[in-house]
């Protein structure tokens, strides 16, 4: 075992052991670690202490941020069957707030990282996975206020139902409620929608295999289930995300394809709404709502019309940095009075505490929706050299979520 892993993996002789965790394990990868040596001394760890729970978690971890699910999600089913319960940070400071946060099993997209939010926070900070295949623990560690981090999906759908059965008599507070994470699926979040002003968030369908083999071979038609839709739309495997899947299709010959490419046999469709500027640049904002209040937490910039931060021009492009700090800058008095009706709307009919949006603005100024979940991954741990601008706001945006389990929880 090397020296500087050793180091690291010194949390498991802890008392009670903890987690490195996820912000520590994606800043390395971020940063271009080789996350190998770690990996190796980590299976050696768990070769001698088989019962190391967090370790098995840690390497669910590490082996899904070096694009082995697979390897990640057995390393994840192994320590769950050890322990529920696990540790991420504890504070020396005066009166920690202590939260707990209910997740589930599944891959990095799954659940709220909440770790982000309150890693520099003054925050005691404990997971507990609960499943329907698994018993509900007989204690959890006291705490002041729970987040249920549960995300939305096909998969999770039935685990939402079951922390819903017994939510209504936790003996502390709750952040996000799992009836209403449940109802943010693409679907239902944009039926819901549909008809509020100042908002574009395209009727969202979902259909089968089947259905969009049918419509390729021109068996069927788009106003089968949207009236008067037509090519281009978009196309997308359910519970997919980060762009995985994500297409636009423009004719039955194209989405014939597609289907070839793609395993699964459920999709959503929607109609593609072109959102480019005059330039042709495309822009895409992250913003989270808490108790209502809009936080922007990045703009991303590009060419392509399929937005991710780390595949638009960002780190290349000076000019475009420079957009996204003006944009953190002025956003609570533009953007955010800009789109204040469409916002409030939202929030209201998600109902969740906390809820992040990707969204854009159509050349008549209206409020873009791609997407509203719980589970959007929001952090800092861009370059701090290349993008200055980012870890003043973000910690804004930390403490607004410090400031949230605060009043939750009712201490002060």
């Known amino acids: ?46 070769a001698e202490y088989p019962q190391a ?88 560690p006291e705490h002041d206020v729970l ?19 017994f939510i209504g008599i936790w003996p502390r507070p709750v952040l996000n409620l799992p009836a209403e994470i449940a109802a943010v699926a693409r679907d239902q979040v944009s039926a819901a929608l549909q ?24 068996v069927l038609s788009l106003s089968e289930w949207v009236d008067a839709l037509d090519y281009p739309v978009i196309v997308r495997p359910v519970d997919s995300h ?42 895409k904002y992250r913003i989270v709502l808490m108790r209502g209040k809009p936080y922007l937490c990045h703009l991303a910039i590009s060419k392509h019309w399929m937005v991710h931060y780390l595949n638009a021009e960002m780190t290349e492009n000076a000019v475009n940095r420079d957009e996204e700090a003006q944009a953190m800058a002025k956003f609570d008095d533009d953007f955010a009075v800009r789109h204040a009706q469409a916002l409030s709307a939202i929030a209201a009919a ?10 854009a603005e159509t050349a008549q100024g209206e409020l873009l929706i791609f997407e509203i979940d719980s589970n959007m991954v929001v952090h800092a741990m861009d370059d701090v050299e290349m993008f200055p601008y980012k870890q003043p706001h973000m910690h804004k945006v930390f403490r607004a979520f410090y400031d949230l389990l605060v009043t939750a929880s009712s201490v002060h």
């Open 1 to 46: 075992m090397t020296r500087n892993w050793h180091a690291l993996m010194q949390v498991y002789e802890s008392d009670p052991p903890k987690l490195i965790g996820l912000p520590t394990l994606m800043r390395m990868a971020l940063h271009g670690e080789d996350l190998t040596p770690l990996g190796t001394d980590l299976l050696a760890y768990v």
């Open 195 to 218: 008809y509020e002003p100042n908002i574009v968030m395209p009727q969202t369908v979902r259909v089968t295999r089947a259905q969009l083999m049918d419509l390729a071979a021109g």
């Open 242 to 283: 980060a762009g995985r899947g994500l297409a636009r299709i423009t004719t039955g010959d194209e989405l014939a394809k597609y289907l070839l490419e793609q395993a699964g046999d459920d999709f959503y469709l929607a109609k593609f709404v072109d959102y480019s500027d005059a330039a042709g640049r495309y822009r």
């Open 147 to 165: 987040f249920v981090a549960v995300g939305e999906s096909d998969k999770n759908q039935a685990l939402l139902a079951f922390i819903d059965s």
């Open 350 to 359: 998600t109902g969740l505490d906390y809820v992040g949006i990707d969204c």
């Open 53 to 140: 729970a967090h370790a098995l978690m840690d390497m669910a971890t590490l082996f899904q941020l070096m694009h082995n699910p697979e390897m990640g999600l057995m390393a994840q089913a192994e320590a769950l069957k050890i322990q529920q319960l696990y540790q991420v940070q504890d504070k020396a400071g005066d009166t920690p707030l202590r939260l707990l946060v209910m997740m589930g099993p599944g891959d990095l997209m799954s659940n709220t990282p909440v770790e982000f939010l309150v890693a520099d926070e003054n925050v005691e900070l404990s997971l507990l996975y609960v499943d329907t295949s698994l018993p509900l623990p007989e204690w959890v």
